[in-house]
């Protein structure tokens, strides 16, 4: 959570996103256990009535379906992937305290993180091979998108957070509708490296191949997945995307 008492601070954000990162390189870790299994993201293979989809996309369906009823997505920080299969939630829960613009409701880029994880990124490190052992898989394959998703849409806490703390730089344009010059106040490549550099180092260690005999040997040239592939998702994918989620909620913030 990045507030306390309703607020937020740019530390929290900050400290919310480091720890993002950490669930991210374990669930890629536990997902390149598995092959690849194409079968299961093939639309073609199953037929249920009602359902026109792969059995991946069935998966998360019903699993968001069930969330949903217990309030995973009142929550802010969190996105759906198919948001038409969603659900009010059953139980009396509290409703988590809202601290974003209600613009945000408006912000899903799921798509997008979705077409990224099966396309781009699963085949860069999931081998070749199908095991049938789907309904495992489905479950890495929906922590990896989920927790993607909801690092990539902290970028609406992220936007608010620098804007409650100088919206005299972001207001003009904000106004002016100005996409590329809110991208540029947004952009800052030495922290961008920094990041990089982080997660490439956390993947080191925490995808280190490790025996233990007499004392603990750390095979450092072999990896549970390559700390190269994380570090480039985060350069190609995972800071773009955040940053166009605080640019379109900026464009909204001042509605």
Known sequence: MAF?????????????????????????IERAKYPLNSKLYDQNLMEIPGFSCSVFEYFVKETEALQSKVGRYESEEEEPFFPDAIFKPDLPLPKPPSVLHPAEDSININKDIWCMYINKLLPQFATEGDDSNYACIASCDLQCLQALSRRIHYGKFVAEVK???????????????DREALMKLLTFETVEEMVKKRVKKKTMIFAQQVTLN??????????????????????????PLTKHVEVEYLLRRLD
Request: proline share 5%.
């Open 4 to 28: 306390n008492d309703d607020k937020l601070s740019l530390e929290s954000v900050r400290q919310s996103l480091i720890r993002l990162e950490d669930t991210i390189i374990f669930s890629l």
């Open 163 to 177: 804007f409650i703390d100088a919206p005299q730089d972001y207001t003009p344009a904000i106004l002016a509708q």
């Open 214 to 239: 007499d004392t603990i040997i750390i095979k450092e040239e072999k990896y549970k997945i390559d700390p190269s592939i994380v570090s480039q998702l985060y350069a190609d994918w995972v800071m």
